[in-house]
């Protein structure tokens, strides 16, 4: 264990001044004033997927002999609800004898300093880790001839998210097709790949299904540049619908099929559906 005589004067500003030990989450007490409040839909997300290796230590202020919790409630909370018992210990980083001020500065500013992994990041390590889920998103795209990029380039895909969202809310085959019909029409121009482009691809077909066809709408819509597209979209607003709504309209075009728009903003539009994708 090192000591004072171990370390240099520099060294020991770095280290903090803490002990760990494993406390019953009842003898926790949180819920401080300076706290976000808690997330019921946080926690139910979280316990869907529980994993016991991303539970962080729990920072504890032991003040008076009491134990407050100023950064992990959420995951006391989780632990409590995926064990059934509010017994079971987790693991703290016990700091002695903060004024209750300096838990609040320490909290603001717990995230000032902290990278977060970007979507490609968590992908890769998705990737590496053997996850069903990004593997085959990554079959999918690539049986394209596309990569997944941490740049926007050509006939590579930034928008990770987006690939995942599509997944994940409409599946393999919505998401095989939303990639298929976007490289036959813009043939991997990059703007083509972006999140609300695809995302609005993929809107349209499940909102039109078998009443789409893929060959017009590469005719049709392929003759209009992305930009273009773009324009449109960000003129009509409505996050990634807007896109789709464009292309519509051009898909509509001198078409005697045409399709309604307003079955876009249909009974099966969601918050998701509706709102604003970043091309992250």
Request: no cysteine; net charge positive; charged share 20%.
């Given at each position: 264990m090192y000591g004072e005589g171990f370390l240099t004067e520099q060294q020991l500003k770095c280290v903090p001044d803490v002990s760990f030990e494993l406390i019953p989450i009842r003898n926790l007490v949180s819920n401080q004033e300076y706290q976000r409040m808690l997330s019921e839909t946080h926690i139910k997300n979280t316990l869907k997927e529980f994993d016991v290796y991303q539970i962080n230590p729990v920072k504890v202020s032991r003040r008076e002999g009491v134990n407050y919790v100023f950064d992990g409630q959420h995951t006391i909370e989780i632990v409590a609800a995926e064990s059934g018992s509010r017994d079971t210990p987790v693991w703290c980083m016990i700091y002695n004898e903060l004024k209750y001020t300096e838990e609040a500065?320490?909290?603001?500013?717990?995230?000032?300093?902290?990278?977060?992994?970007?979507?490609?990041?968590?992908?890769?390590?998705?990737?590496?880790?053997?996850?069903?889920?990004?593997?085959?998103?990554?079959?999918?795209?690539?049986?394209?001839?596309?990569?997944?990029?941490?740049?926007?380039?050509?006939?590579?895909?930034?928008?990770?998210?987006?690939?995942?969202?599509?997944?994940?809310?409409?599946?393999?085959s919505v998401l095989d097709s939303t990639i298929r019909l976007a490289v036959a029409t813009w043939e991997g121009e990059k703007n083509s790949l972006s999140a609300n482009m695809l995302s609005g691809i993929a809107k349209i077909l499940v909102t039109y299904g078998d009443s789409i066809n893929e060959a017009v709408f590469k005719d049709k819509v392929g003759q209009v540049s992305v930009k273009q597209i773009i324009r449109t979209a960000k003129e009509r607003g409505h996050g990634h619908i807007g896109y789709a709504e464009a292309m519509m309209l051009e898909y509509n075009s001198k078409n005697k099929h045409r399709l309604s728009i307003r079955q876009l903003y249909g009974k099966r539009s969601s918050v998701y559906e509706s709102s604003e994708e970043e091309d992250e």
């Open positions: 500065h320490i909290f603001a500013d717990q995230q000032k300093n902290v990278k977060g992994l970007t979507p490609y990041e968590t992908f890769v390590a998705h990737i590496e880790a053997g996850d069903a889920k990004q593997k085959m998103i990554q079959t999918i795209v690539e049986s394209y001839g596309l990569v997944i990029s941490s740049t926007q380039k050509p006939n590579a895909i930034y928008a990770v998210k987006a690939l995942e969202r599509i997944y994940g809310k409409y599946g393999r």
